[in-house]
């Protein structure tokens, strides 16, 4: 029996600063179970030790979800298993989040914790995020590792609603330049339980 993730996400959220409602405790720890229930039969993270799986799922968004304003639309491309933005969702369930996820099994298990957890309100789309770009619909675009930080921020500005904001998550390297977006924000921190540096900055897209 898999050992339970709680105790790990508990201790990151107190590290960086977070507290956990009794509410987002239970879906949290639900996600996380099903996590570990699936990825004993199924490849969906690449963690190797419960603390990474952890980091990897939580530690990104618990850094991100206070700066979101009330209510945003919040599109995360190639979410995999959920990180951010399914993170996002369940840290701040006032957010309108849509998951992008090509890949089937991704899907499947992203549809089952929701169903677990109650939130018919996220959406979950089986496509790549390329096929969205200049829908414009969001006011926050994040992704972690699914294209160079370059090639994400220019998909983001095609997501995002004029004056919208792109996060790109970076380990360790420059935020890219584009013509179309200006960094307004720029955060440096570690994940709380294996000390990865990460870098995190948000750029305001023109109109």
């Not at 979950?124 to 370059?150: C, F, H, K, M, Q």
């Not at 994940?191 to 870098?199: A, F, I, N």
Request: net charge neutral.
């Amino acid at each position: 029996m898999p050992a339970k993730l709680m105790p790990l996400c508990d201790r990151a959220a107190t590290q960086l600063g977070a507290e956990l409602s009794p509410a987002v405790r239970r879906s949290l720890e639900t996600w996380l179970d099903r996590l570990q229930e699936w990825n004993a039969r199924i490849d969906l993270t690449a963690a190797r030790s419960d603390e990474e799986l952890v980091d990897l799922t939580v530690a990104d968004a618990l850094v991100l979800a206070p700066s979101f304003p009330p209510g945003a639309r919040v599109i995360d491309v190639g979410t995999g298993a959920g990180a951010p933005g399914l993170a996002l969702a369940l840290l701040r369930d006032d957010l309108r989040v849509t998951l992008v996820e090509p890949t089937g099994k991704r899907v499947s298990f992203l549809r089952t914790v929701l169903g677990a957890v109650g939130r018919s309100d996220v959406v979950v789309e089986r496509t790549r995020g390329e096929a969205l770009a200049g829908r414009r619909s969001w006011d926050i675009a994040t992704s972690r590792a699914t294209l160079p930080p370059a090639a994400w921020l220019d998909l983001g500005t095609k997501l995002v609603v004029p004056g919208g904001r792109v996060w790109v998550l970076l380990a360790g390297s420059v935020p890219p330049a584009h013509p179309d977006a200006s960094i307004d924000d720029d955060r440096s921190y570690r994940w709380p339980l294996t000390g990865v540096e990460r870098r995190a900055a948000s750029y305001r897209i023109a109109g």
